[in-house]
Structure formats: C-alpha cells, structure tokens
C-alpha cells in the first residue's frame, strides 16, 4: 500500500531518521557490533580459537543443509569431523564463479525460509554477474563490520557524501537518504559541472565524511586540485574508498585535494574477506569476517612476502548461500607477518590488490603484468583527466586519455615511453584522445581492460 504514496514512505523514513541512532538499530546489529569491539583485545590465540570454530560451525551446517556440499563431499569421501580447523581447509575442493552459477539453487540452505532471502549479485565488471542470496542476519553484521571501520577512524553517524555507483534511478544531482544520513551523487554522466554543484553541496551541506569509488574521489579531487576549490571541502575528515583497485596517484590527488585520512578496504559482494589499509600502510585482513587463502596457479598455498597469489575465501556470515573456498578472482601480493596497528596480534598483512584476473595484460612470451606493475608510468603525465588502458589482442594496446587543456603530445609519448619500457616484450601502444570513458552499468572504472 505505502508503494503507492513515495511521499508518504519519505516522511516515515525522515521521522524515523530523528530518533536516536540506538532506538532504529537492529538488535541483531548491535549485539553483533558490541561482539566486535569485544574482539579488538584478543590475541593470535583466541583469534584462531574463533575462525576454527565458525568453520566447524558453517562446515556442519552446509552438510546439512547444502545440496551441493552433501553431493560433492560425500562424491570425494570427505568426512567434515575430520575437518577441524583452518590448516585443514586444503582437504576441501575449491569452488569459483562459473561453479556457483551452474549449481545456484543447490547453494540455497534447505533449512532456511526462502522468504527470508534477500537477491543479490556481483557487479559484473570483468564477466556476467554473480546471483546469489543473503539474509538480514548477513546484513545486519555487513553494517557492524564497516561501521566498526568508521569509526575508528572518527565517524559517530554524521552526514556521509555517496560518491559511488547509481543506487536506484532518480533526477537531479542527489538523493538523500535520512536512515543512513547519507547524500548519494547521482554520478552517471560525472561531468565538470556535475562536479562544481557537487562542491557546492559539500560546501553547503557539510558532510563530515565521503564514500567512494577511487576512480570517482579521484576525479572530483583533480577538478579541485586544478581549480583551486580546496576551501569547498574543508568540512570532510577522512574518505572510504572500495570496490575498486585504488592506485598510489589516484591516493596521492585525493590527499592533496582533501588533506585527510584516506581509507581504502577491500571486500567483494560475496562477502567473504575484507581488508582495511590508511594511505600507505599494508592492507589488514580482519578475521573475524571470515578465513582468506592465498593461493598460487597450482591452488598450493603461498606463504611467501612479495609473492602474488589469488585471494580464495570461506565466509562466516551467510547461512543461506555459503561460499566454502570460493575462489574469487582477486590477485593479491603477500606482505609480511606483522602486529596490527590497533591490535595486539600478529598476522599476515597485503602489500597490494592487483586487481582482477582478468585485469592483467598479457604478452605473447606468456608473461603477466598487473596494472600496479604498470601504473608508476602515470609519474610522466599530469594534465589528463582520466586515462585507461585496454588490450585488444596480444599485440596491440590502446592507451585513452581524456585531456586537460594543458595536456600535450609529448606527455603522451613519455607515458608511452615508460610503459614500453617496463613491458620486457615489444607490444604495440597506441593512443587516442577521448572526450570520456565509458564505464559499466555499475559505474566502476577499470585502470586496465583485457579484450583477450
């Protein structure tokens, strides 16, 4: 019924949003929160304690429960008593994206109420999207997890700027959301001008915090930096930045423009690892979200600092739909064992997210660059607006920039230079100036795009 009257919706939603923050708060939340902040003192000892029982816990359950797990355990003989912590998980066989698609209805657990599910999917930037499902209960521990992120770095429920992918279809430069207290840009079409009324937002509004996409913070934070609008955004004391590779110019321009703490996490919409680095600190993997693996082509375990490996998980959070060493297409490289900056425990740190699998450029010897391998050649060209690579056969890759008015050909040729020179095998570059680049349906922009 309330479908019909928007207007009325709204107003229920702006009077709830003037009550206490601890009344509108699930209980579920804030039990879960509470748990969290719990969780800050504890040592290697308990932490481990903690991630081998949830898996016993979710190993049981998806026994069970989950049609796919009962066929393919009971096909290999796997005994889940005998699986009875993380060293252990390497006797379970992996699963990926093109598994889960195939198999998608034996992933829902049987015990669950199907009008408990809530629909979801993967953004689809590098293939067609993942759809699967979650619960309240994955949700309600989703906001438990980031707002104990926030806040430690200052955030106590002020006004957040949404500089993101579009959330719904709606006019105009913005909506507001009074639940969250969050101002979502529409950013379809982020133009210069789209980008002044979003100053003049800030600058009116006063948001004490922005969440966004690097490519979209680094945009705005370029337009400020060359128009001098740094007094615009004196209101904001520290940006989130996810579901992008975020790249150390891309870091660079966003500190200079705001002259705060940027924050970069990563997680993915299967909700499986996430991981929190500030500006040049190594990525910390929070283990209480679920167990990351690191595994090399051979699915072997890699325990080796420097060395890349794909990010594999097992989630704790999703009863419904569990994701039992899924791989997830994310390269890492592995930084040291070290203690955690606000933490007594010693764990493995991520140097960088190199992106997508499919992100690499590859070359006819069989060599792989990542695009943090390749992206140090932005240090020979300033005056672009937006810039990215894509590979359209092995031999050939075409280099789009989007200009300033500064811009020259010999910045093109120096970047072209320096890329040709870190590839150790001859590939043919070639560049071409755009007005834009195009991006997805979920607005994510991809620094290197491989058509092979």
């Known amino acids: 019924m309330l479908e019909k009257y928007p207007k009325f919706k709204f107003t229920l939603k702006l009077l709830a949003s003037l009550l206490p923050d601890t009344l509108l708060e699930k209980r579920e939340y804030k039990d879960y929160?509470?748990?969290?902040?719990?969780?800050?003192?504890?040592?290697?000892?308990?932490?481990?304690?903690?991630q081998n029982l949830q898996l016993r816990l979710v190993l049981q359950h998806s026994m069970e429960n989950v049609p796919y797990y009962q066929e393919v355990w009971n096909n290999y003989g796997i005994k889940i008593k005998q699986i009875q912590n993380v060293s252990d998980l390497k006797e379970l066989p992996l699963i990926d994206k093109e598994i889960v698609k195939l198999n998608r209805e034996k992933f829902i657990a049987g015990n669950i109420n199907k009008n408990h599910l809530i629909p979801i999917n993967t953004g689809g930037t590098t293939s067609s999207p993942l759809h699967f499902f979650n619960t309240k209960t994955t949700n309600n521990r989703e906001w438990a997890f980031y707002k104990m992120i926030w806040s430690e770095f200052g955030y106590n429920n002020e006004l957040v700027l949404f500089l993101r992918g579009r959330f719904g279809k709606f006019e105009g430069l913005f909506e507001y959301n009074p639940y969250r207290k969050y101002l979502i840009i529409n950013t379809e079409n982020f133009s210069e001008?789209?980008?002044?009324?979003?100053?003049?937002?800030?600058?009116?509004?006063?948001?004490?915090?922005?969440?966004?996409?690097?490519?979209?913070?680094?945009?705005?934070?370029?337009?400020?930096?060359?128009?001098?609008?740094?007094?615009?955004?004196?209101?904001?004391?520290?940006?989130?930045?996810?579901?992008?590779?975020?790249f150390d110019f891309q870091k660079e321009e966003i500190s200079k423009a705001f002259n705060c703490p940027v924050i970069d996490y990563y997680g993915h919409n299967e909700r499986l690892v996430l991981m929190v680095r500030q500006g040049i600190e190594k990525y910390e993997i929070l283990p209480e979200y679920g167990i990351a693996e690191f595994l090399n082509n051979e699915n072997m375990n890699v325990n080796e600092e420097g060395q890349q490996a794909e990010i594999v998980g097992t989630g704790f959070n999703n009863y419904a739909f569990p994701l039992?060493?899924?791989?997830?297409?994310?390269?890492?490289?592995?930084?040291?064992i070290k203690k955690y900056k606000n933490r007594p425990i010693e764990m493995r740190t991520i140097s960088e997210i190199d992106g997508r699998s499919g992100d690499f450029l590859k070359t006819a010897d069989g060599k792989y660059y990542s695009p943090t391998m390749l992206e140090f050649a932005i240090r020979y060209i300033s005056n672009f607006k937006d810039l990215q690579l894509v590979q359209t056969d092995i031999e050939n890759l075409i280099v789009y920039i989007v200009p300033t008015e500064n811009y020259s050909s010999a910045e093109g040729e120096k970047f072209k230079q320096a890329l040709a020179e870190r590839i150790a095998y001859s590939i043919k570059i070639n560049i071409k100036i755009v007005t834009s680049i195009n991006r997805p349906d979920n607005l994510k922009h991809r620094f290197l795009v491989s058509k092979l």
């Open 33 to 50: 929160r509470s748990f969290l902040e719990g969780t800050k003192n504890w040592g290697n000892n308990e932490v481990l304690e903690f």
């Open 193 to 246: 001008k789209k980008m002044l009324e979003t100053l003049n937002l800030i600058y009116e509004k006063k948001p004490k915090f922005i969440q966004a996409y690097p490519s979209m913070i680094f945009l705005l934070s370029k337009f400020i930096n060359e128009n001098k609008y740094h007094s615009q955004v004196t209101s904001i004391k520290g940006i989130f930045c996810a579901s992008e590779k975020m």
């Open 324 to 336: 039992i060493r899924y791989k997830t297409g994310d390269i890492a490289t592995l930084g040291p």
